[in-house]
């Protein structure tokens, strides 16, 4: 199967079915908060703390994909940030985050996306990011590759994560809780990083840190306090393109800790991160 630039897609009908609704689901969501933002755009509510906000566009971003999806497979279930929740019957699971990046967003800051993935069974399957304001979208299948287009109409490249570095030479990100104590013993943790490494940076958006791991514009990639509709399609799309994920040793990634890098430079981070304490408070 070849999808409309000529590049190789999933054989499964079911994995080409979900890949195809989640990238239109996307595009759509994307357009609607690209094109859509009011001026005088408003919080709608908060979330785990006074600055951990929702906007009324979250929610509408929600509602077009939820909507859009139930429409096209009634059976599915959905797990998404801003209240959809249902089990569904077909085995297959959406699970959403309608606007990852919701401060960038609010503040008018281009690094935000939508994060769209599918479970079969309990594995995630698919994973679309959809990235309006950098013009690019995101994609993976499992066991088929990730790749990326810039533009609805451009052609779709596979992506890659760079060769490893040495840690020191390594350039890594990393987010902030929006709870207070634990954002402060994360920043702890990258003080103490970062002279361990070439910088930090911090995107706000997870979806994003992720793709770019695996456009190999970041070495690694490291969280705690994730949700699974922040990691479900971003870390899907990290090991499509050779990254490494996990969180504690042994463990996948999860709220904990979510660790995503090159696999030279997985181990020895997650290793500073154990030293570091850096699930703790």
Do not use: C
């Not at 239109?24 to 919080?43: C, M, N, Q, T, W």
């Not at 979330?47 to 009324?56: G, Y």
């Not at 994730?226 to 996948?252: H, V």
Request: no cysteine.
């Amino acid at each position: 199967m070849t999808d409309t630039t000529g590049t190789p897609g999933p054989t499964d009908p079911l994995l080409a079915e979900l890949l195809e609704l989640a990238l239109e689901a996307g595009r759509r969501a994307g357009a609607l908060l690209r094109d859509g933002r009011p001026r005088d755009l408003a919080v709608a509510r908060t979330k785990s703390s006074p600055i951990d906000v929702v906007t009324e566009m979250d929610l509408a971003a929600e509602k077009l994909i939820t909507g859009f999806l139930a429409d096209h497979r009634p059976d599915d279930g959905f797990l998404g940030e801003e209240g959809a929740s249902s089990p569904g019957t077909s085995g297959v699971r959406w699970v959403v985050d309608p606007l990852d990046g919701t401060v960038n967003y609010l503040y008018g800051l281009p690094t935000w996306a939508v994060s769209i993935a599918a479970e079969l069974d309990g594995e995630t399957v698919v994973g679309v990011v959809e990235a309006p304001m950098r013009g690019e979208t995101y994609r993976a299948v499992r066991g088929g590759g990730a790749s990326v287009r810039a533009g609805e109409g451009g052609e779709w490249r596979p992506l890659a994560v760079r060769p490893a570095p040495p840690l020191d030479q390594a350039l890594v990100s990393t987010g902030f809780n929006y709870v207070q104590t634990v954002r402060s013993h994360q920043a702890e943790v990258a003080a103490r990083l970062i002279p361990r490494l070439r910088d930090i940076r911090r995107s706000g958006s997870a979806a994003i840190d992720l793709s770019d791991v695996a456009a190999g514009r970041l070495d690694g990639y490291y969280e705690r306090g994730l949700s699974p509709w922040d990691l479900a399609a971003g870390d899907l799309i990290a090991r499509e393109a050779g990254a490494l994920t996990g969180g504690r040793p042994g463990q996948p990634p999860s709220g904990e800790l979510a660790v995503a890098a090159s696999p030279g430079v997985f181990t020895p981070l997650r290793t500073l991160l154990e030293e570091y304490g850096a699930w703790h408070d």
